[in-house]
């Protein structure tokens, strides 16, 4: 035998390796069954933890088919193990993710695992979606790439949070850009850092040219509301509310708005910004100036519509109106003109507004204003007439209708710096009283034109209702004229009377010396005695027809007249005094008219008493209030009455013969 040559030593030599080789192999089984144990552990672990995982682990081979997932896979999407694992994982990804998904893929593959988790949106079974945040890394088999196991955590709500939060700020993007009132951020400094389309419309400036820009720098704000602005954004970036302070706003463009801005402390990114919201009240502002503006208006009307009542007959009227005028226009001139109806001329009664300059004035004109007077052709007249405040082109060569020299108006206008020339008639119910004329010196313009228009028409009420007091004195001068006549003659036959009665004493006295010829002369003096009885009886009568005269003639003439007055306006006091003494006058035409023929109606004798007094059939028409043809009409009757139709004879003449 191979042993046998051995000696015992090395027999017990090779027993002891033996002994050492096989206790060595027993500590090898021992640690053999130890990592196997071990293994098994580590398997039911695995297993453990991948069945029961709240996370969702799903392995897949090279290609992306499923090859296991745990409960919490197979729940999230719906579908069971056995449904899973004839499926790939790149079915159930979008496919505006699978370029994202098959790179990420390949990099698995590459390096073993992924740099950066990923965010999926897979498709349930059930059509609906789950967002998945994955992490991935290869599994090996024999030094090999196997397949890939992924853990993925559910973030289908945080998802579904970030969209609503995302929706939100999309839905406060909108209504911050498309707000009605500006919206603005800005930084300790004053410069703008977001704004909204608001805030462009307010300021005028596009976004681009407002961001990276200070309002100082812009110069939005006129300088005396600088300090304000800085104080009160110092204070917002400390974190206090500025409450709504009102600017006044300077727009790209040069206009202006007013505006109610607040401001309160807001943090971004850790810097502390200011937000102010800004309210455009500039229309507002506008409506509060126009109601104002209506008040002052409505107030200036009331006081110069009673000072019109109140103004006493002797004062003028003329200068009072410019004066009224010179209160709305400010730095302006103002004419005050006067129509002559007769000679259809335009005549200047007040001048004001060059106190300094009328010296110059006069020097050039060689004349007093007051004392120029122009004629005016039926074209001017109308549109004088129009009732509007019209501009005049043309200058002072075409205010005076041509009749200062071109060259004067030239230097009068360097003299006095005129800029426009405006002008309104003093008209009412188709008749013209004058005219006002408003020369501005300045390029602002006129102000308050409709003011103006509503007290130029006011003014010619006034001027109306002087002509009519003017007209009425004259018409009471000449019944006094009238009344003065008529005593003449009373005084005439008082005298005549006393005669008679003077020769009737002689007579007396003389029938004393002698009784024989009181007998023979007492038929002579009762005949003298009945005569002078039928003298004093027929001066009654006279009185008596002078009286029921002058009565017919004042219900007839005057009355009317004073009615009209009374009811257009309150009367001034010395009406009804004039009232007084007329009911004692006395004039005969009115009875002798009338005894003419009695076929004359009230309105008739009416338009006579007129006519003799020298009115035209326009002037009658005003007076009465009746049309130009109602007058005309009037007339021919009148004439077909008293028997003179169809004859050359002035009318008024005529009556005047009575």
């Given at each position: 035998?191979?042993?046998?040559g051995?000696?015992?030593?090395?027999?017990?030599?090779?027993?002891?390796?033996?002994?050492?080789?096989?206790?060595?192999?027993?500590?090898?089984?021992i640690?053999?069954?130890?990592?196997?144990?071990?293994?098994?552990?580590?398997?039911?672990?695995?297993?453990?933890?991948?069945?029961?995982s709240?996370?969702?682990?799903?392995?897949?081979?090279?290609?992306?088919r499923?090859?296991?997932?745990?409960?919490?896979?197979s729940?999230?999407?719906?579908?069971?193990?056995?449904d899973?694992?004839?499926?790939?994982?790149?079915?159930?990804?979008?496919?505006?993710?699978?370029?994202?998904?098959?790179?990420?893929?390949?990099?698995?593959?590459?390096?073993?695992?992924?740099?950066?988790?990923?965010?999926?949106?897979?498709?349930?079974?059930?059509?609906?979606?789950?967002?998945?945040?994955?992490?991935?890394?290869?599994?090996?088999?024999?030094?090999?790439?196997?397949?890939?196991?992924?853990?993925?955590?559910?973030?289908?709500?945080?998802?579904q949070?970030?969209?609503?939060?995302?929706?939100?700020?999309e839905?406060?993007?909108?209504?911050?850009?498309?707000?009605?009132?500006?919206?603005?951020?800005?930084?300790?400094?004053?410069k703008?850092?977001?704004?909204?389309?608001?805030a462009?419309?307010?300021t005028?400036?596009?976004?681009?040219?407002?961001?990276g820009?200070?309002?100082?720098?812009?110069?939005?704000?006129?300088?005396?509301?600088?300090?304000?602005?800085?104080?009160?954004?110092?204070?917002?970036?400390?974190?206090?509310?500025?409450?709504?302070?009102?600017?006044?706003?300077?727009?790209?463009?040069?206009?202006?708005?007013n505006?109610?801005?607040?401001?309160?402390?807001v943090?971004?990114?850790?810097?502390?910004?200011?937000?102010?919201?800004?309210?455009?009240?500039?229309?507002?502002?506008k409506?509060?100036?126009?109601?104002?503006?209506?008040?002052?208006?409505?107030?200036?009307?009331?006081?110069?519509?009673?000072?019109?009542?109140?103004?006493?007959?002797?004062?003028?009227?003329?200068?009072?109106?410019?004066?009224?005028?010179r209160?709305?226009?400010?730095?302006?001139?103002?004419?005050v003109?006067?129509?002559?109806?007769?000679?259809?001329?335009?005549?200047?009664?007040?001048?004001?507004?060059?106190?300094?300059?009328?010296?110059?004035?006069?020097?050039?004109l060689?004349?007093?204003?007051?004392?120029?007077?122009?004629?005016?052709?039926?074209?001017?007249r109308?549109?004088?007439?129009?009732?509007?405040?019209?501009?005049?082109?043309?200058?002072?060569?075409?205010?005076?209708?041509?009749?200062?020299?071109?060259?004067?108006?030239?230097?009068?206008?360097?003299?006095?710096?005129?800029?426009?020339?405006?002008?309104?008639?003093?008209?009412?119910?188709?008749?013209?009283?004058?005219?006002?004329?408003?020369?501005?010196?300045?390029?602002?313009?006129?102000?308050?034109?409709?003011?103006?228009?509503?007290f130029v028409?006011?003014?010619?009420?006034?001027?109306?209702?002087?002509?009519?007091?003017?007209?009425?004195?004259?018409?009471?001068?000449?019944?006094?004229?009238?009344?003065?006549?008529?005593?003449?003659?009373i005084?005439?036959?008082?005298?005549?009377?006393?005669?008679?009665?003077?020769?009737?004493?002689?007579?007396?006295?003389?029938?004393?010396?002698?009784?024989?010829?009181?007998?023979?002369?007492k038929?002579?003096?009762e005949?003298?005695?009945?005569?002078?009885?039928?003298?004093?009886?027929q001066?009654?009568?006279?009185?008596?027809?002078?009286?029921?005269?002058?009565?017919?003639?004042?219900?007839?003439?005057?009355?009317?007249?004073?009615?009209?007055?009374?009811?257009?306006?309150?009367?001034?006091?010395?009406?009804?005094?004039?009232?007084?003494?007329?009911?004692?006058?006395?004039?005969?035409?009115?009875?002798?008219?009338?005894?003419?023929?009695?076929?004359?109606?009230?309105?008739?004798?009416?338009?006579?008493?007129?006519?003799?007094?020298?009115?035209?059939?326009?002037?009658?028409?005003?007076?009465?209030?009746?049309?130009?043809?109602?007058?005309?009409?009037h007339r021919?009757?009148?004439?077909?009455?008293?028997?003179?139709?169809?004859?050359?004879?002035?009318l008024?003449?005529?009556?005047?013969?009575?």
């Amino acid at each position: 035998m191979k042993d046998q040559g051995k000696s015992t030593r090395q027999l017990m030599n090779e027993l002891e390796k033996l002994r050492l080789q096989n206790a060595e192999l027993e500590k090898s089984e021992i640690k053999h069954r130890q990592v196997e144990e071990l293994l098994q552990e580590n398997q039911e672990r695995y297993k453990a933890f991948f069945d029961r995982s709240l996370c969702c682990v799903y392995v897949h081979d090279l290609e992306g088919r499923f090859l296991d997932v745990n409960k919490a896979a197979s729940n999230l999407l719906k579908y069971t193990k056995k449904d899973l694992a004839s499926l790939s994982l790149f079915s159930l990804i979008e496919k505006d993710q699978l370029p994202d998904a098959t790179r990420t893929f390949e990099e698995i593959k590459r390096t073993g695992s992924q740099k950066k988790h990923s965010e999926y949106q897979l498709r349930k079974k059930d059509g609906n979606y789950a967002w998945v945040e994955t992490e991935a890394s290869v599994i090996y088999r024999d030094g090999k790439p196997y397949a890939i196991q992924s853990i993925g955590r559910d973030i289908t709500k945080r998802k579904q949070a970030e969209e609503e939060l995302k929706s939100s700020e999309e839905v406060l993007k909108i209504l911050f850009e498309f707000a009605p009132d500006a919206y603005v951020v800005i930084d300790m400094d004053g410069k703008f850092v977001d704004c909204n389309k608001a805030a462009e419309k307010l300021t005028g400036y596009k976004k681009k040219e407002l961001l990276g820009n200070s309002f100082l720098k812009l110069k939005l704000l006129p300088p005396d509301q600088i300090p304000k602005a800085v104080n009160g954004l110092a204070k917002v970036t400390k974190g206090k509310i500025r409450p709504p302070v009102e600017y006044s706003l300077r727009r790209k463009d040069g206009s202006h708005a007013n505006a109610h801005i607040s401001t309160y402390p807001v943090k971004i990114r850790g810097r502390t910004l200011a937000t102010a919201i800004a309210r455009d009240i500039t229309e507002r502002k506008k409506a509060d100036e126009a109601r104002k503006q209506f008040a002052s208006s409505l107030a200036f009307l009331s006081r110069t519509a009673m000072e019109f009542v109140e103004l006493p007959f002797g004062s003028d009227i003329y200068k009072f109106i410019g004066k009224r005028l010179r209160e709305l226009v400010g730095n302006s001139f103002v004419l005050v003109n006067s129509f002559d109806e007769t000679t259809q001329c335009i005549q200047v009664q007040a001048f004001l507004g060059a106190r300094k300059e009328i010296e110059s004035v006069l020097k050039i004109l060689k004349k007093d204003l007051i004392e120029i007077s122009f004629p005016i052709s039926e074209e001017a007249r109308a549109g004088l007439s129009s009732g509007k405040l019209v501009k005049v082109p043309g200058g002072l060569y075409v205010l005076s209708f041509e009749k200062i020299p071109k060259n004067i108006c030239t230097i009068l206008e360097k003299i006095l710096n005129l800029r426009d020339i405006y002008v309104m008639g003093f008209t009412r119910k188709g008749k013209l009283f004058g005219n006002a004329v408003i020369i501005t010196r300045s390029r602002a313009g006129l102000e308050k034109k409709d003011l103006i228009e509503t007290f130029v028409g006011q003014a010619s009420v006034a001027l109306q209702r002087r002509r009519a007091e003017e007209e009425l004195i004259k018409y009471r001068e000449h019944l006094e004229e009238m009344v003065e006549e008529r005593t003449t003659e009373i005084k005439a036959a008082n005298e005549r009377l006393k005669q008679e009665i003077a020769e009737r004493k002689n007579v007396e006295r003389a029938l004393l010396g002698s009784e024989a010829k009181l007998q023979k002369q007492k038929s002579a003096l009762e005949q003298k005695n009945v005569a002078l009885r039928e003298v004093i009886a027929q001066i009654e009568v006279e009185k008596r027809r002078i009286k029921e005269d002058i009565e017919n003639n004042i219900n007839i003439a005057v009355s009317p007249i004073l009615e009209k007055l009374k009811i257009e306006k309150p009367a001034p006091k010395y009406v009804n005094l004039i009232q007084h003494h007329l009911n004692e006058l006395t004039s005969s035409f009115s009875s002798k008219i009338t005894k003419k023929s009695l076929k004359l109606t009230p309105r008739e004798i009416e338009v006579c008493n007129m006519v003799k007094g020298g009115l035209k059939s326009k002037d009658i028409s005003n007076l009465l209030n009746i049309s130009y043809r109602t007058v005309e009409k009037h007339r021919k009757n009148i004439r077909q009455k008293l028997e003179i139709s169809n004859k050359r004879i002035n009318l008024t003449s005529f009556l005047r013969e009575f």
